[in-house]
């Protein structure tokens, strides 16, 4: 089993559509949580960052993260096409100072 | 305010010859991590330097080392590369006191042929 799970996707919602992307992963010890967006051929670029549980809201954008469940979780809201891009989960605890990423799920919004 | 540069953009080596990439980090950052990023996949950590120092290693082998500069530009130098080091190599900064903010640069894209 793999420390970060993410569904691979791709994911084709249409235009206006509410996007719930999710990670699951296995080491009880990580504490901080960060979503990623990365458009092909560029480098990551960081929408939300959350410390321990709780709710994040910036925008459109909303994380989650249930650390009991080792689940986190992206919202958008009001998706548009130029959200489509990967988005990334990454995480670690408070010791080391690797980021841990998942593998990423293509998000395509249709116009 | 210039956020983390990389250069070069891309590259395309022979298998056996060495590489060197660049990274400037973001403003007032005194932390570099390299990562590598294969087609598809999620990043993966190669290392991280602190004060000139490398703090951490990921799962890479001996080949793959790197230097940070009194100025906290860094570079990651590969020896006797190998197809499989095709990939995009990112550097990321962020400060040792914000400890979950990491930035990435654009990325080098290197080719091994």
């Known amino acids: 089993q793999k420390e970060v799970e993410q569904d691979p996707g791709p994911l084709s919602v249409p235009e206006g559509a509410i996007v719930s992307l999710n990670c699951t992963y296995s080491?009880?010890?990580?504490?901080?949580f960060m979503w990623y967006r990365q458009y092909s051929r560029k480098g990551p670029e960081l929408l939300m960052y959350?410390?321990?549980?709780g709710n994040k809201e910036d925008g459109r954008f909303t994380a989650q993260v249930d650390k009991s469940s080792k689940y986190i979780s992206l919202f958008i809201r009001d998706s548009q096409p130029s959200d489509s891009a990967t988005y990334l989960c990454?995480?670690?605890?408070?010791?080391?100072?690797?980021?841990?990423f998942g593998p990423g799920t293509r998000l395509s919004v249709l116009p | 305010d210039a956020g983390v540069t990389q250069s070069p953009t891309h590259l395309i080596k022979t298998r056996g010859q060495q590489v060197t990439l660049r990274c400037s980090p973001k403003?007032?950052?005194?932390?570099v991590s390299w990562y590598q990023q294969a087609l598809g996949q999620g990043p993966q950590f190669i290392f991280q330097?602190?004060?000139?120092?490398?703090?951490q290693r990921g799962n890479f082998p001996d080949r793959f080392s790197g230097h940070q500069f009194p100025n906290y530009s860094s570079e990651l130098n590969v020896n006797a590369l190998l197809l499989g080091d095709s990939a995009l190599y990112l550097c990321?900064?962020?400060?040792?006191?914000?400890?979950?903010?990491?930035?990435f640069g654009p990325g080098t894209r290197l080719t091994v042929t």
């Open positions: 990454a995480m670690k605890d408070n010791y080391g100072q690797n980021f841990v």
């Open positions: 330097y602190y004060e000139e120092e490398e703090r």
């Open positions: 403003s007032g950052h005194d932390t």
């Open positions: 959350t410390y321990s549980s």
């Open positions: 080491n009880s010890a990580f504490q901080y």
């Open positions: 990321a900064s962020s400060s040792r006191q914000l400890a979950g903010q990491q930035y």
